[in-house]
């Protein structure tokens, strides 16, 4: 943030806005966490897909046998979906307030300027964030598609499975 001269008169909304620093901080954690968990979720759903599909597919036609090349490929797609889930999260870094970089660098300033000052910080801090959760949220769009072509795979694998 420039330092300059600061005149709290020449921010007549300093008041309102920095009434918006700590909610801002809580909006954001709420979204990490949506974004978390639905990684989380993806992963879950995925596990659950992987391993019971086989066994459903064959239960319907037990006379029918899935190639072993679909469920290898359906295989590899789940282990790019558990990469990305890892990655996912992993990626970016979550900014916040810090109390101790207040302590040390900003409890000298007027109440105004100390405004001003964290609303800045509050600002960088939620950009930063808005980036971290759209990530994971292109992350998790990417996670779901690949979830759709492993499904794909399974019953295309099913559709041209050989009788037994």
């Known amino acids: 943030m420039p330092e300059n001269d600061f005149n709290p008169e020449d921010y007549p909304g300093l008041n309102l806005a920095y009434e918006f620093v700590e909610p801002s901080y809580s909006w954001m954690l709420g979204r990490l966490d949506a974004s978390e968990n639905r990684i989380q979720r993806i992963l879950v759903f995925a596990a659950t897909i992987t391993f019971a599909a086989p066994v459903f597919l064959a239960s319907l036609t037990p006379d029918k046998e899935i190639g072993v090349g679909w469920y290898y490929a359906a ?88 009788p037994v």
């Open 75 to 162: 295989l590899a797609i789940f282990a790019l979906i558990i990469v990305g889930g890892i990655v996912g999260r992993f990626v970016g870094k979550t900014k916040l307030a810090s109390p101790w970089e207040m302590y040390e660098k900003h409890l000298h300033r007027e109440p105004a300027d100390f405004k001003r000052t964290m609303l800045y910080h509050a600002g960088d801090a939620f950009e930063n964030n808005v980036r971290v959760v759209n990530t994971r949220g292109n992350l998790s769009l990417a996670m779901t598609i690949a979830l759709g072509a492993e499904v794909l795979l399974f019953v295309l694998g099913w559709l041209t499975a050989n």
